[in-house]
């Protein structure tokens, strides 16, 4: 029951619940009605007698009484007549309107409390569900429904909340106080760095005058001395070409050696493993132990056995 609301042959469908609602209002309506026609037929009944009898018409009121009589027994069944009924079933009829807002009030009492629960029955908990509205509902976005004029009034009475706030203007203060303070200590570190810089030309320039004159005295000195070294050095590194030149061609000869007696062992082992060793000294067999060409398994010949 608590499954499938959606579908249009369950119980507690929206459709069936209303349906049945309205069924039951009818019907409740119909007997409303009925008993209203009887009452008036009765009290019809009741005032017409009573005129009679106020009249004095004796002869009559026999005949009408028993009409009467009928016309009662016929409506109200069984009952007996009742002068006073209308106003003992005015006595007895509660008050609809009082008996209403006592019940609204413990329907709402009990919805709070969630004794009450609607499946489908409110407005609100219909459209709560997801699968009764249109795929075109679902799929639009919340911003589209809202109402342009709404969000410019909205708009500007943020506006104005902003522009009335002192927050607002503190935070504005605080901005302009903290960009002169920026401004101010931004001065005063481009006076400090040109000072700085300033001081460091000199102090460069200096440097390179006192460096240059020392330069000068040193570089005569150190002329003559190149001179001698380049000229020893040219002839050790002629010297030095040649037993360079000499030793690298040795040592390539040696690896290439090495190289050729590596690949021939090589070879010789992958030939061993193949084929065998092949190193075996040769027997000369004597002609009368020698095998035929053709013979067929020689070793269980008698005459190749051990002697």
Do not use: C
């Amino acid at each position: 029951m608590n499954i499938l609301h959606h579908k249009s042959w369950h119980v507690r469908n929206r459709n069936n619940i209303e349906r049945v609602k309205r069924d039951e209002e009818k019907a409740r309506n119909e007997e409303l009605e009925r008993q209203k026609r009887i009452l008036l037929a009765e009290s019809e009944s009741r005032i017409t007698l009573l005129r009679h009898r106020l009249k004095g018409d004796d002869h009559k009121t026999g005949d009408e009484d028993t009409e009467a009589n009928g016309e009662q027994t016929s409506a109200a069944g069984s009952s007996h007549l009742d002068v006073f009924k209308d106003f003992g079933d005015k006595i007895k009829t509660k008050n609809s309107e009082y008996e209403k807002e006592v019940k609204d009030e413990k329907e709402k009492f009990e919805t709070k409390t969630g004794i009450l629960q609607y499946l489908v029955d409110k407005e609100s908990d219909a459209n709560s569900v997801w699968y009764l509205d249109s795929h075109e509902k679902r799929m639009k976005l919340m911003a589209r429904d809202v109402d342009p004029n709404d969000v410019e009034k909205q708009l500007k009475d943020n506006k104005l909340k902003t522009m009335n706030d002192p927050i607002e203007d503190m935070k504005k203060y605080l901005k302009v106080m903290k960009s002169k303070s920026e401004d101010k200590t931004q001065k005063t570190n481009k006076q400090k760095t040109s000072h700085k810089s300033s001081k460091d030309v000199l102090k460069r320039t200096e440097t390179i005058v006192k460096k240059k004159s020392k330069k000068s005295k040193k570089s005569k000195k150190h002329k003559k001395k190149r001179r001698k070294r380049m000229s020893s050095e040219s002839s050790d590194d002629s010297q030095d070409d040649r037993t360079s030149s000499q030793n690298m061609s040795k040592s390539l000869e040696q690896l290439r050696a090495e190289r050729l007696e590596r690949e021939r062992v090589e070879r010789e082992r992958t030939r061993d493993l193949l084929y065998g060793k092949t190193n075996k000294e040769e027997v000369v067999m004597d002609d009368r132990l020698r095998s035929y060409n053709s013979q067929f398994n020689p070793e269980i010949a008698r005459q190749n056995a051990d002697k």
